[in-house]
């Protein structure tokens, strides 16, 4: 017999092993020897009171054995000699593109600018310690795409969006741990995520795919509206029937070169901002109502903030608790940051993309003229600003937070994850109005309603901009471009998605219309 049950777990009682099989037999009224064995379904933590509670969802197994966590089948067929579909891009969006197309007996080849997971690693070594950024690749460009050495989080809010849980389950096969599969905040950590896109990229293979590394893909070959073929940096044409466009929206040369070709795109709204960074014993101390270091059995603390500003959503985007803030620019001669964390989440900073709501329709009068560009070029105007303020290299400008709202340059700064290092830079007067005001406003409220949050203790570093696509390449009822026959724009550089998770379950959703009808 299999029971379901929510429990309530106190720190106390969370210290115990066993302590499931003692609360599962209280609250059924069993002997605990009836149990053989206790499955955590869901597991989240409630720290909003001083008193912390562990609430778990639970099935218990009573007289009956406990089966494996997962028993997902993915049934991948041999595709060495199937009809192909070409995937530009092997991000998230793009390998599950092209795993889809293998369970749907279909060849995916898929062109990656970048190098795979482990090559790609020197060049981000390069970024950190000589600022020099390689464009093919780098934390956005490489096998796994920005998602590799990223967190890690799977948070989405697109729960209508597709089956995440097929999402989550594809990547335990693949080997990331099964408790993706019941925290209420599943996380990989960057340390962990290449090992799982290398295993994936094995299953491609394995099963007759075909991966191209550092091959940029450089312009589109169309006739009567129809896409005929693809040209490869090194000057190749390859012939193709249907391509998924999975190329993030860090690459801006596919923007210019589908506007070139007067395919068209729309300018999309998006956020940006900077990236805050605290020691992790402050953020602990408010989550946890604790003084000094937090209890061994919890993991370091995390918040979400959103405040409304003058009409406009000022919000911390991608927080990462122990984690890193690491240089995210795709070219010389920009500064961008994110963050990323490793799977113990053991590093003694949290930081935060803090971002401001850009309305392209309202905000940019000044880029009308980029047309459907205008947020892409406000972005990398801003990104060109941070790398004049850091000194021109990938040291990025920062200033104390405290500083920061009170309009004061900082005399010195907090130290920080950020490996290439931080120079002190007037950021409340560099910012635009639009981005200054609303976050020196955001901050003051963060700290009504998390006591200590703002302090002279923490940094902000300039600037969080790749947030999300500027851009949105358009398509119809089949994800197909509404003009160009055989292009299917996926992921977030098509402004489809907003993470890891959504821009997978994209992937999936563009190799079955790619596929529909072939
Ligand atoms: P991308 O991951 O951007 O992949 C696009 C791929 O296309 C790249 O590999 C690129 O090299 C390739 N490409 C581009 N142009 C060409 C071309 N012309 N020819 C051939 N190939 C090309 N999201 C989360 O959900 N959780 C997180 O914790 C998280 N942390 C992040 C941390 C960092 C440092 C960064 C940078 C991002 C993070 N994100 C996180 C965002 C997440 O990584 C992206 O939302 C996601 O990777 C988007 O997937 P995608 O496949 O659409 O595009």
New binding site residues.
């Given amino acids: 017999m299999i029971e379901e049950l929510q429990l309530r777990i106190t720190l106390k009682e969370e210290e115990r092993s066993d302590i499931l099989v003692i609360k599962s037999a209280q609250a059924l009224n069993i002997d605990k020897e009836d149990i053989t064995g206790v499955k955590v379904l869901r597991k989240s933590i409630d720290a909003r009171k001083p008193k912390i509670i562990f609430n778990y969802k639970v099935a218990v197994y009573i007289r009956e054995m406990l089966p494996k966590t997962s028993d997902y089948k993915f049934d991948y067929k041999d595709v060495p000699k199937a009809k192909p579909i070409h995937i ?8 599950y593109a092209a795993l889809r197309c293998i369970e749907l007996g279909f060849k995916p080849i898929v ?4 190098k795979n997971v482990q090559d790609r690693r020197r060049d981000l070594r390069a970024i950190n310690q000589d600022h020099f950024v390689d464009e ?1 690749s780098n ?9 590799t ?8 809010r697109s729960l209508k969006r597709g089956d995440v849980r097929r999402i989550f389950e594809n990547l335990v096969f693949h080997g990331a741990t099964d408790q993706i599969l019941v925290d209420a905040h599943p ?1 990989i950590g960057t340390n962990k995520l290449p090992k799982v896109v290398q295993n994936i990229r094995e299953t491609i293979l394995k099963h007759g795919g075909e991966i191209h590394f550092e ?4 312009d589109f070959i169309i006739k009567n509206n129809t896409l005929q073929a693809i040209q490869l940096l090194n000057g190749e044409e390859m012939p193709v029937n249907r391509v998924i466009l ?6 801006r ?2 923007f210019y070169l589908l506007h070139k070709k007067e395919i068209a795109l729309e300018a999309k709204s998006f956020a940006m901002g900077v990236r805050v960074e605290h020691p992790q014993h402050i953020i602990d101390a408010i989550q946890y109502h604790c003084e000094g270091h937090r209890h061994e059995l919890l993991p370091p603390a995390s918040y979400s903030l959103v405040q409304q500003v003058n009409d406009r959503g000022v919000y911390s985007f ?1 927080m ?1 608790p122990g984690g890193f803030i ?1 240089p ?1 620019a795709t070219a010389n001669g920009e500064v961008v940051v ?3 964390s490793p799977s113990k989440r053991n590093n003694l900073f949290a930081n935060s993309g803090i971002v401001v709501e850009i309305d392209v329709n309202r905000d940019l009068p000044k880029y009308e003229h980029f047309g459907a560009l205008k947020g892409l070029e406000y972005q990398k105007s801003l990104e060109r600003m941070a790398f004049t303020a850091g000194g021109r290299s990938q040291v990025a400008p920062a200033q104390r937070l405290t500083d920061f709202v009170e309009g004061k340059l900082s005399m010195d700064l907090n130290p920080s994850s950020y490996q290439p290092g931080l120079n002190s830079a007037p950021l409340h007067s560099l910012l635009p109005k639009l981005i200054g005001s609303s976050l020196r406003k955001g901050f003051q409220a963060f700290g009504q309603k998390m006591k200590g949050y703002y302090t002279a203790e923490a940094n902000i570093v300039g600037v969080e901009s ?1 947030t999300s696509s500027p851009v949105c390449i358009p398509r119809n009822e089949r994800l197909e471009h509404p003009q160009i026959q055989g292009l299917f724009p ?4 098509g402004g489809y ?7 997978a379950i ?2 999936e959703r563009c190799a079955e219309a790619a596929i529909a009808g072939l």
């Fill in positions: 530009i891009g092997f991000g998230p969006a793009g390998m062109l990656e600018r970048g093919d934390y956005c460009f490489g096998e796994g795409g920005a998602g050495y990223s967190d890690g989080k799977l948070y989405t996380h091959t940029r893909v450089t999975a190329t993030g929206h860090s690459a040369d596919i991608c990462c690491v995210a994110n963050g990323m790749r996926c992921g977030e550089g998605a907003g993470g890891i998770v959504s821009a994209d992937g």
